[in-house]
């Protein structure tokens, strides 16, 4: 149980940091292009973890993984923190920020989804109703937005869903046998390199104006750089070496909550009683998802 209660908190804290990263965000897409700024954001987070990896007693000799391996941290870098965080990017480019997220919460039902095919976990009624009452609070809480949106960016989300959602699932298939910085180490550095092209492309038809940089930028900038990608990232990765990708996926509807939040406090949004609604089915179904499961409650046992 000592293992859980840790997962639980990293998954909590990783949760409530990502939601901030929809509002930060603004301020930094003011000035630089997300593509452009995903460069920056896996090299100076993956350098920054690299630093922590190495002040905390690791060696590069450490971090060699094996051949067999290899194939599994390029599904992550290029899988699930390129792909996945590049089409999440995009898809809030091109739709409404109410149907971005909303596809983006279904992360849950994806990750255990897979997690059922891909590494035989076993999933719950209890996970099941988790998941239900979760989405249902982030759907409440969305549907209060209205406004168009375009059908590529609902298929770029939806890209960002199945890509991130795999990229998850592949990185608790190794965590037994790598340290969970190590992964993300590498996994971001792939990414950076994956990245690259598109920034130096961005950068020259885009040219950054560092005249209008502002403190609210710089703050965002180094908040979703070594907060939201190096620190939280490891501590998702580190959460999945201690408890299944289900149990995981089930905290990622925290998101949308932190980030109406943040929008009351930073961007002047009205709470309304439908957001109250929302977030207490959200915060429901999270406690339900930490309750300890019945082992006859198993969806095999059906």
């Given at each position: 149980?000592?293992?859980?209660?840790?997962?639980?908190?990293?998954?909590?804290?990783?949760?409530?940091?990502?939601?901030?990263?929809?509002?930060?965000?603004?301020?930094?897409?003011?000035?630089l292009?997300?593509?452009?700024?995903?460069?920056?954001?896996?090299?100076?987070?993956?350098?920054?973890?690299?630093?922590?990896?190495?002040?905390?007693?690791?060696?590069?000799?450490?971090?060699?993984?094996?051949?067999?391996?290899?194939k599994?941290?390029?599904?992550?870098?290029?899988?699930?923190?390129?792909?996945?965080?590049?089409?999440?990017?995009?898809?809030?480019?091109?739709?409404?920020?109410s149907?971005?997220?909303?596809?983006?919460?279904?992360?849950?039902?994806?990750?255990?989804?897979?997690?059922?095919?891909?590494?035989?976990?076993?999933?719950?009624?209890?996970?099941?109703?988790?998941?239900?009452?979760?989405?249902?609070?982030?759907?409440?809480?969305?549907?209060q937005?209205?406004g168009?949106?375009?059908?590529?960016?609902a298929?770029?989300?939806?890209?960002?869903?199945?890509?991130?959602?795999?990229?998850?699932?592949?990185?608790?298939?190794i965590?037994?046998?790598?340290?969970?910085?190590?992964?993300?180490?590498?996994?971001?550095?792939?990414?950076?390199?994956?990245?690259?092209?598109?920034?130096?492309?961005?950068?020259?038809?885009?040219?950054?104006?560092?005249?209008?940089?502002t403190?609210?930028?710089?703050?965002?900038f180094?908040?979703?750089?070594?907060?939201?990608?190096?620190?939280?990232?490891?501590?998702?990765?580190?959460?999945?070496?201690?408890?299944?990708?289900?149990?995981?996926?089930?905290?990622?509807?925290?998101?949308?909550?932190?980030?109406?939040?943040?929008?009351?406090?930073?961007?002047?949004?009205?709470?309304?009683?439908?957001?109250?609604?929302?977030?207490?089915l959200?915060?429901?179904?999270?406690?339900?998802?930490?309750?300890?499961?019945?082992?006859?409650?198993?969806?095999?046992?059906?």
């Open positions: 149980m000592a293992q859980h209660a840790k997962a639980y908190i990293f998954l909590l804290l990783t949760t409530a940091i990502w939601g901030g990263v929809y509002v930060f965000a603004k301020y930094v897409f003011a000035l292009d997300p593509m452009a700024f995903l460069f920056y954001r896996f090299l100076l987070g993956g350098l920054f973890l690299f630093a922590v990896y190495l002040f905390s007693g690791g060696t590069i000799k450490k971090m060699a993984i094996q051949k067999m391996d290899i599994y941290i390029l599904m992550i870098g290029l899988g699930g923190y390129f792909l996945g965080i590049g089409f999440q990017l995009l898809g809030n480019n091109y739709c409404d920020a149907l971005a997220s909303l596809i983006n919460s279904t992360n849950p039902v994806i990750i255990i989804l897979m997690a059922l095919s891909i590494l035989k976990e076993r999933v719950t009624r209890q996970q099941i109703f988790s998941v239900g009452c979760a989405l249902l609070g982030t759907v409440v809480i969305i549907g937005i209205n168009g949106s375009s059908l590529l960016g298929l770029l989300s939806c890209g960002a869903v199945v890509c991130w959602s795999f990229g998850s699932v592949i990185v608790r298939l965590s037994s046998k790598y340290d969970a910085l190590v992964i993300t180490i590498l996994s971001m550095f792939i990414g950076a390199i994956a990245a690259l092209p598109f920034s130096i492309h961005k950068q020259l038809t885009h040219p950054f104006d560092f005249a209008e940089v403190p609210m930028f710089t703050f965002s180094l908040f979703i750089v070594f907060i939201s990608t190096g620190l939280s990232f490891l501590m998702w990765n580190k959460a999945l070496s201690l408890v299944n990708a289900s149990a995981c996926s089930l905290f990622y509807p925290v998101q949308p909550l932190v980030s109406a939040l943040l929008g009351i406090l930073l961007l002047g949004e009205k709470i309304s009683i439908t957001f109250v609604v929302g977030g207490l959200i915060i429901f179904g999270v406690v339900v998802s930490v309750i300890p499961l019945n082992r006859t409650n198993r969806l095999s046992d059906f």
